[in-house]
């Protein structure tokens, strides 16, 4: 990666709209996620924000509101917004560039050394475009996991998005870069009026050693944060741990204190029987992403073993992954895919119900995030993470059931104006936020430079 | 189902514009699907159509129309039409009613009932809302099987669209029911200017007996039709068949002549060695539609053996099934699902490429449908069906593969303009031949009625 900062802020310049203090979205129906159980559509809703918190969701006509910004929100179905449980959000860049490759081909021939080519300018031009996408398709926010966080995380404050960021750490890099990633997150944790959070980033546990993994668990806890990895990826490495060092990815978290300081694994799809107890112990703060397309696409067998995580308590959530694997961020096919994979993994049609997949989507990512606090539902107390859907369009008629056409039929083009902290990011399928066309003609002229990969370089070798 | 007829076509009264005789699409990229090999996009093209066929598709500016409707194709990439293979298109009607439950409770409890309320004219609405869906996704020509399939033709010669209907048929049913299926097929095959097709539809082995079977596949030799057929739908069915009868469905297929008198067959996932030797005899006139939504949302495994059949020489093509399983009839996801299911099913991530998944949803269509000579790419003497999306979307940028694209970013949304015959059915986004305000209000007026399954009816009961 060059280290070679040709900043120019493509935001910057243009105009950053003011936070609504007061906001009134009229009228519209509201899927109501509950802790648990089924979800249920309330008819006919004003949802009242205040200060970027939901003050109250009541019947319409009840709200009166002299000084708030009104949206009309009759026909559309306000839904809690949806979180990107993992991904890499600058690999936008790289989307469609690694096609019917094995996951070796993928890593060693085209993704590391095309990251190698990355600047922190081009970091943060993805980041926008990533952001400018998420925001397109509902998605409220997201746990990225890559290099030079602190452009991504200005991608996310100018964007108005929400993120929690953890900065990519090998322990290739050295000592050096270790303590870099953790200045960012005393930096930057809680910036952009909170809506941005900083998880530690080891890499994954064959790319980071047990010292530097305690090294991150200890200022994890000593700063009050969360740990983002990839571990348990696919059965092989975990068979690889246990040849090469006679233990499993999960039990490396566990003894390095990664699990007692409380992480979001990426995949594990790896996660065996004996894992199970040692996720069982830290069930309450650990919880998994699963990204079923990125697993099919790499041909992966078994996937995420969901009902068994459930089973002991620890959180699932929904991700896209980057990219550069995943094509798009569109939490709305991963969701569905979870639905659809992990009904066939189990052999049970019955299971991952239409209301568990959506809950998985919201509240679940909402507490891989660490934020079940803060977003996931739409009720009074939480911040204002709101996301209007059309479901009148011709593929979701006649409309028998809202929250299937949601898991089922909708699309992410259904999705008319998006709100983040009080703040609306989109409004009837205009961004308000980012200059899309500026930022897509920037982004453009940047690909040939990103995939020439004669240099022969990489980020990284890949031999898990 | 009720025999009640209360036909009030609904795309009656509104206006059916004339076909174009010349058309000329200017300066769109146009995608090259070969027989074999790698798809390829051709830049800067404009594509001549004259009387519903292509006459010319050359370097932009080489075509002088002066009488010809143009369409600017500027910054589109023209496609062949998708092909869905195998549906039921009125069962939009029931799309979101059937959610979370196991495939016997799928027929018995919910899907069966409900079609036993559905009158002629609740399916000629059914099929013109099926037909708006898949023109608004660029899908130009669809595999039918349901009943009152006149209504069907109807739809598919008022909006323009091209399909081959098999009207369903249960042994049940009785002989005069064999006989009418026969009548449609004289009546109505190469209706609508060669638009509409029929095949002979016996449902599947488990429901129509081995008479029936051979008396329809006589029918079928004697008009030079196909069969369009549910069999070995999944491995259980296969199962049940060898234990009650000795032998696989396939088998029955082949000792019924069935696959002598060439065959669609629906599903296929219990397709088993001891089948593929039979198949390769009839290879020619023999493909399989792979529908792999519904195989996963129904928890089934193993799915089609797509790898085994193109190995055989059978054809093998991509469908939703009916919407009441799929949700949508959107061939995007379709094919999108057939190439992860499908690498993750013989655990090779370089299988199922781009451009073999490009090809399968069209010329592998075609072929499913007999209309290889006819649809399934973009070359002179072709039909034209032609599809021009727009991949200027933030999801699909920056592109670097406007394959890869299609098959994992894009999405219905990104189809602009729709041409079947040459007859221009969606422009800008616009529908030419649906009133679909209309039609909605109609098809909601509907519902009530279809889903009240108190009755206690049902048009079969599933045992296979």
């Known amino acids: 990666m060059s280290g070679m900062s040709d900043r120019t802020p493509l935001s910057a310049g243009f105009p950053t709209p003011e936070p609504t203090r007061r906001l009134l979205i009229r009228g519209c129906d509201v899927l109501r996620v509950p802790a648990e159980g089924e979800c249920e559509v309330l008819r006919a809703r004003d949802i009242v924000v205040a200060d970027g918190v939901i003050e109250a969701v009541s019947p319409t006509g009840s709200a009166t509101e002299t000084e708030a910004d009104v949206i009309d929100g009759r026909g559309l179905l ?70 030079f966080p602190e452009r991504i995380a200005d991608a996310v404050a100018e964007t108005g998005l929400r993120a929690d960021i953890a900065p990519t750490y090998f ?28 998880s530690l980033g080891p890499h994954a546990p064959y790319t980071v050693d047990d010292k530097d993994l305690r090294a991150l668990s200890d200022h994890a806890r000593r700063l009050g944060l969360r740990l983002h990895i990839h571990a348990a990826e696919h059965l092989e490495q975990t068979e690889s741990s246990l040849q ?53 696409k790499h041909a992966l067998s078994p996937l995420t073993p969901v009902r068994d995580l459930l089973d002991t308590g620890v959180g699932v959530a929904v991700g896209t992954d980057g990219a550069a694997g995943h094509n798009t961020l569109d939490v709305w096919e991963a969701l569905r895919l979870v639905a659809l994979t992990q009904k066939q993994a189990v ?22 995030l660490g934020l079940q606090d803060r977003i996931g539902a739409l009720e009074p107390g939480m911040r204002a993470d709101i996301v209007l859907t059309d479901l009148t369009g011709t593929h979701c008629r006649p409309l028998h059931d809202a929250r299937a056409a949601l898991v089922y039929s909708a699309r992410a083009s259904d999705v008319r104006t998006v709100v983040v902290d009080g703040r609306v990011l989109m409004r009837d399928g ?35």
């Open 78 to 147: 306000a839904v809690p917004g949806l979180v990107n449980a993992h991904t890499h959000s600058p690999m936008v860049l790289m989307r469609g560039a690694a096609e019917d490759v094995t996951v070796e081909g993928w890593f060693n021939d085209r993704v590391w050394p095309m990251e190698s080519n990355l600047t922190p300018d081009d970091v943060h031009a993805g980041a926008l475009l990533a952001c400018a996408e998420m925001i397109r398709s509902g998605v409220t926010a997201f746990a990225d996991h890559y290099f």
């Open 171 to 198: 322990s290739s890099r050295g000592q050096k870069a270790l303590e870099e990633t953790v200045a960012f997150a005393e930096a930057r944790h809680g910036d952009a009026d909170g809506r941005i959070t900083v």
């Open 430 to 464: 205009r961004l308000l936020t980012v200059d899309e066309s500026a930022l897509l003609v920037d982004v453009d002229a940047r690909v040939a430079r990103i995939l020439d990969t004669s240099h022969g370089r990489a980020v990284q070798h890949y031999d898990p």
């Open 244 to 296: 090469r060092r006679g233990i499993t990815p999960i039990r490396v978290l566990h003894e390095t204190g990664v699990l007692d300081a409380g992480a979001l694994i990426a995949h594990g799809c790896g996660i065996v029987e004996q894992d199970l107890p040692l996720l069982a112990e830290h069930a309450a703060t650990t919880a998994v992403a699963c990204c079923p397309k990125v697993y099919l």
């Open 347 to 368: 052999r049970d049609a019955t299971w991952m119900t239409v209301s568990d997949t959506l809950r998985l989507a919201t509240r679940g990512g909402a507490r891989a």
